[in-house]
């Protein structure tokens, strides 16, 4: 059974770019949801996406937006880079939006804006 | 506004003995709670889950104590391993509007268990 995978790994890009990420889900797993965790804090939650549609958001900018595909697969989009985006992003996927379902994460990507 | 907290930034304990992490809380709908590990350069793994209706819940080595009136978890780790250190968060399950939930995390708390 395949785990959930994300790419790339590390990312450096410059203050205004735009950013793309990708998460591959678990296999049978129809919710993901997208984490940010910056230096020293805890992962804060961006939005989730069930079945394609958009489940519930954060507190996040409109700048931050993400789409789920027919596979379950998923991508966080983040537009205007600010030097403050610099984080780990951390998806995580579920087999279903249980409210008590356990999540299961990737190893994130390390996001740098330079 | 942080939630979900833990205020013991790290610990560090002697192999074999009881390790114990804490957490407090401040928002009363919270009513699920669960314990993640995280070593470097991984993302986080379950560790073990309480129901606000239960007051404790033992998972092998790990048991998770939950004091509702006082806002307060914490895991008990016995006997704590060198394969226990990493960072361990804390979180809170919460309801969201489309119907799925999303976790809010306390800020970590670093293990290191010493030979």
Redesign the interface.
Known sequence: ETGVTQSPTHLIKTRGQQVTLRCSSQSGHNTVSWYQQALGQGPQFIFQYYREEENGRGNFPPRFSGLQFPNYSSELNVNALELDDSALYLCASSPNRDRNEKLFFGSGTQLSVL | DQQ?K?NSPSLSVQEGRISILNCDYTNSMFD?F?W?KKYP??????LI?I?SIKDKNEDGRFTVFLNKSAKHLSLHIVPSQPGDSAVY?C?A?G??????????????TQLKVEL
């Not at chain 2, 350069?41 to 379950?46: D, K, N, S, W, Y």
């Not at chain 2, 309801?95 to 970590?108: A, D, M, P, Q, W």
């Open positions: 979900v833990q699920y669960l993640y350069a991984e993302g986080p793994t379950f889950s129901s968060f979180a399950s309801i969201l509007t489309g119907g799925g939930n999303k976790l809010t995390f306390g800020t970590g």
